[in-house]
């Protein structure tokens, strides 16, 4: 059943990803079997996605494949189940929690296509897992005792987005099940960050969010010029989204010819020039690689994870709410004895659902979401010039803090 979802693009680190590549957003859930997955540097389609095997090689730079288990004579995992397994993966691909690494997803699917097998082996789906508390415990014992924490998070993961996935593997209680099955899996490690490393940690996130926020005002200005001259050089919105930039029309970087000039392209030089001109060079090159435009964009990724960082550190969420939290969900009340209580509100699915739990947290939390609200919606305010960008009433009033680059 084709569904219609507000899917994102692909979040994959590669040069060969843009809006405009034919792989960057599917037209219908789940993808038509024929829609290209992979297209590499020269535009072949590397892997499609009804394919047994996806061959992510162009994207990893190195052998990386991520098969389905349903390939040739000796395939482990049955067609449907395969098919249902390729939809997860590409949940993960174009999901509102993307991967940004190929390996990423290849160990993802690994680990979920186990449980596959097993399911496979058996006759059923793993839509029906949770029915079969027999076949649960075969899973358990045929997993290898250090995958056993991977698959549990990422089940927890898939169990969240049940609705948008519409199947469910296994629920609340095939969790817990799994869970008191699965072989001890004993590593030796401190059990605690000792306190010199954690207090560094603190020291350089906080000095890296005030810097940022000194500057937020330049950093505004200068990601609305620079959204700007793209969109004047694409020939407007519309176009910039759908088609890219060439890099021959790009406004940062190396002199256009004459031709382009008369066309109405405008371009402004070496982006550091730029950067210099609206006060932030000192900021990226202090800390960012590289004086591009690129780092513009690694500049605000690095502001998203540092704030991601402090705030679990001082409020104990796990990294899965974290990624929940969205502008807004900062406040400080009032207990009984008058003294102001700081909390942060995000969902959770630990022992039980709840879309609007509260984590009590230090003050100084504030900071980084002040920082991490700043480039959240800087990016909303590109991603609603995006046509094709199809976003809900609470991510336009509330976007989510774990923001993706919808800058172009």
């Known amino acids: 059943m084709t569904r ?19 792989n960057f957003r599917p037209p219908s859930w789940p993808p038509p079997p024929d829609f290209p997955v992979v297209i590499d540097a020269e535009g072949v389609v590397a892997c499609a996605y009804g394919d047994a095997v996806w061959n992510l090689a162009p994207w990893a730079g190195k052998t990386c494949s991520v098969p389905f288990g349903d390939g040739g004579r000796g395939a482990t995992v049955s067609s449907k189940n395969a098919d249902l397994l390729r939809q997860i993966a590409a949940w993960w691909l174009w999901g509102p929690a993307a991967v940004q690494s190929a390996v990423t997803l290849k160990v993802r699917v690994a680990q979920i296509r186990q449980l596959a097998a097993v399911c496979s082996e058996q006759g059923i789906l793993i839509s029906e897992l949770r029915r079969f508390p027999s076949v649960i415990d075969t899973v358990a014992a045929q997993t290898r005792k250090s995958d056993g924490l991977l698959m549990l998070g990422l089940l927890h993961r898939l169990l969240a987005h049940r609705e948008a996935l519409s ?3 296994l629920d609340e209680e095939g969790l817990r099940r799994l869970a008191g099955k699965l072989p001890e899996h004993k590593r030796v490690q401190t059990a605690y960050i000792p306190p010199r490393i954690w207090t560094y940690q603190l020291i ?11 500057h937020k005002d330049q950093v505004l200005a200068c990601f609305t010029f620079c959204l700007n001259a793209y969109r004047v050089n694409a020939g407007g919105w519309v176009a910039l989204f759908d088609k890219g930039l060439d890099r021959s029309c790009r406004p940062f970087g190396t002199a256009a010819s004459t031709g382009a000039r008369v066309d109405g392209r405008r371009y402004h030089g070496p982006f550091r020039n730029t950067a210099k001109r609206f006060g932030i060079d000192g900021l990226i090159q202090r800390w960012t690689v590289g004086d591009s435009i690129a780092g513009l964009a690694e500049l605000l990724n690095m502001v998203r994870d540092a704030g991601m960082a402090y705030a679990l550190n001082f409020s104990l969420m796990r990294v899965d709410e974290g990624a929940q939290l969205r ?12 003294q102001d209580v700081h909390l942060l509100a995000s969902a959770t699915t630990k022992t039980q659902e709840d879309p609007d739990a509260r984590w009590i947290c230090s003050p100084s939390v504030s900071f980084a979401i002040d920082a991490m609200t700043h480039v959240a919606q800087m990016r909303l305010g590109a991603a609603g010039h995006n046509p094709r960008r199809r976003l809900s009433a609470q991510d336009r009033a509330y976007p989510r803090l774990w923001s993706y680059g919808e800058e172009p």
């Open 4 to 22: 219609d979802l507000a899917l994102s693009g692909l979040k994959i680190d590669s040069p060969m990803i843009t809006p405009g590549t034919a």
């Open 327 to 338: 502008t807004g969900c900062y406040t400080v009340e009032e207990d009984a004895l008058n």
């Open 204 to 214: 350089r996130l906080r000095e890296f969010l005030d810097d940022y926020l000194s």
């Open 167 to 169: 199947f469910t593997i």
